[in-house]
């Protein structure tokens, strides 16, 4: 866990904060450090540089010593020559100021909070509150953020005044003041126009090189849930070390929940190693506390709680470093909401004339019964703007605020603020087509702010080190280049990375659909007494907080969860997180 704390840029402040950042690394933490009389660099993670002198000054003396050189010839420009999984600060007392930067993906994280004259700042919140005089006051929009998004999105967090940096940003501090901005976007070359026999042996090529260095001097495993991206992983895995991977499965007793038969065709395809563990209820109830006090903010991703389970598994096989598969969904196309916004783009793309002028007046005429039913439904769901037609299925949005949320507190928010962060984010991505800018999109919300920290968490938890090889910079860069119509041929997802691993991955997984480590709460709540009870136990005690109507508790736990488990089951488990979280880390709302 970094953490520092400045107020005043002199060489005793560079020699205060190395004193705390070395008993980081002699506690074992990832960290590099240099200094000298004026300056101190500290990186937490595993980084490199492109720029070949500075790689090669890395290799002799460290990437933080590198950092340094490269900060006093370059200044923050030398952000743009890093690659990897990082966070780093400089401290530069001879300049006055202090950088502070996370990797192009975020999958480091690093928050700040400015108060006068002092900037604080760490690897989680809980860091930056451990400091005196820096007492955390909770952020009543980020909770309504976080029942809309089901995590608070960046660059806010859960406690007022404090912030996190968005992936591939940077903070620079100077006289009192703090100012980000980003020193690297994704940039979709959507012209590219390539021979698929060489991009398929660059993207092999890329994925074993990524693969190769995630597990290069680690006892690595794989997790396997069945679907291409783990597979892959795996698959690479064994190929890469030359001898059989050691992958990880987790299941469920729970009809539509349990996906083991593909993760056993996997294994046995690519001859690994293979573990499973069924996830019961009883495994549920006893870690829910222990997930909610993991995460320094409210985080509702059911889905926490079989990958706990999975790094567990590992962690106790042996394993010290996990390869995960996350981020081929967004960076190649294999959510099934990206092929049902290409079919509602058939309609929004029709000329304006034509959808006004004959097609929805003639419908609008008709009942809305059989066939008519669903082609009003169709043309008013893609009569719709994006971002807002991507994100209308969401469960806040559909309940209606005014109905969970008690008028006092929806008096001290502002309602729209969820949709202007979509919108901001989608008209800002650097792309024109409509696959490239959901990919944009998701790159932050699903990605950065969501299955990251998930995995993340839920591994230190486990006590166990994980790697992310489909997110190597090579891969991305690359992504980045392909065509959109590779990423999502009209209705078919991934149509490129599946058709570049035919024949490397079992056909059953190439034609699956996707499905994931999803938790069957809402099912489990209708028979198991325990779950059931510290669901309610938790959504009694958060009626005391004035956050959500205690009507629509009653009526969410006594009707709508025995209607449909699966559906308003993710409102229980999102809500009864609250809960638990504002419980563990002792926060009054």
Not at 188 to 208: H, I, S, T, V
Not at 572 to 585: A, D, I, P
Request: hydrophobic share 40%; aromatic share 10%.
């Amino acid at each position: 866990m970094m953490a520092a704390l400045l107020n005043r840029f002199d060489d005793s402040t560079v020699r205060s904060a190395s004193a705390g950042f070395g008993a980081l690394a002699a506690a074992g933490a990832d960290l590099d450090i240099f200094q000298d009389d004026h300056q101190l660099v500290a990186v937490w993670g595993r980084m490199r540089f492109s720029d070949t002198g500075l790689a090669a000054l890395a290799q002799r003396h460290g990437v933080a010593r590198a950092l340094a050189q490269g900060y006093a010839r370059m200044g923050t420009d030398v952000l743009t020559t890093l690659a990897g999984a990082f966070a780093l600060a400089i401290l530069d007392g001879r300049g006055g100021e202090a950088v502070l930067a996370i990797d192009r993906m975020g999958t480091c994280p690093l928050c700040y909070s400015v108060a006068g004259d002092t900037l604080v700042f760490g690897s989680t919140l809980d860091a930056i509150s451990a400091f005196p005089a820096n007492t955390p006051e909770i952020n009543q929009q980020a909770i309504y953020d976080y029942v809309y998004f089901h995590m608070v999105p960046g660059p806010r967090t859960i406690h007022v005044g404090r912030h996190r940096l968005l992936p591939g940003s940077f903070l620079l501090w100077r006289n009192g003041k703090a100012e980000t901005r980003a020193y690297w976007e994704m940039r979709f070359a959507e012209g590219e126009r390539r021979p698929l026999p060489e991009l398929k042996n660059d993207f092999l090529a890329a994925l074993r090189a990524s693969v190769r260095e995630a597990s290069r001097g680690r006892t690595a495993g794989a997790f396997l849930s069945g679907g291409t991206d783990s597979s892959t992983v795996a698959g690479m895995l064994g190929e890469v070390t030359g001898q059989p991977a050691r992958t990880y499965s987790i299941g469920f007793e729970a009809q539509g929940y349990d996906e083991m038969h593909y993760a056993r065709i996997a294994a046995r395809h690519f001859g690994t190693q293979h573990h499973e563990y069924y996830v019961t209820p009883d495994d549920v109830v006893s870690i829910i506390p222990r997930i909610a006090a993991v995460h320094d903010q409210p985080f509702g991703n059911a889905s926490a709680v079989p990958t706990f389970y999975c790094a567990k598994l590992a962690r106790d096989d042996g394993v010290d470093t996990l390869l995960g598969g996350d981020g081929g969904d967004e960076l190649f196309g294999g959510n099934e909401r990206y092929a049902k916004q290409y079919l509602y783009s058939l309609y929004s793309e029709l000329p304006r004339a034509l959808r006004k002028g004959l097609i929805e007046p003639v419908l609008g005429a008709l009942p809305p019964v059989s066939l008519m039913g669903k082609a009003q439904r169709y043309v008013r769901n893609a009569s719709m703007p994006m971002p807002a037609r991507y994100d209308n299925y969401n469960l806040l949005e559909r309940l209606g605020a005014e109905n969970i949320f008690t008028s006092e507190f929806l008096g001290t928010i502002d309602a729209r603020q969820p949709r202007m962060l979509l919108d901001h984010a989608y008209d800002s991505a650097r792309a024109h087509s409509l696959i490239n800018r959901m990919l944009a999109l998701d790159l932050r919300f699903t990605l950065a702010d969501n299955d990251l920290p998930k995995v993340m968490r839920a591994c230190e938890l486990a006590c166990i080190d994980v790697r992310f090889p489909l997110l190597s910079d090579s891969i991305v860069t690359f992504s980045a280049g392909l065509s959109p119509r590779l990423k999502l041929k009209g209705t078919r997802l991934r149509y490129f990375f599946k058709e570049a691993l035919r024949g490397f991955l079992p056909d059953e997984i190439i034609a699956k659909t996707k499905h994931g480590f999803g938790l069957p709460f809402g099912p489990w709540l209708q028979t198991h007494g325990p779950l059931l009870q510290i669901a309610l136990d938790s959504l009694t005690d958060l009626k005391q907080r004035h956050i959500i109507r205690p009507e629509f508790i009653d009526e969410l736990t006594s009707m709508h969860v025995k209607r449909h488990a699966g559906y308003y089951g993710t409102m229980v488990w999102v809500l009864m997180m609250l809960e638990q979280w504002l419980r563990q880390h002792r926060r009054p709302a």
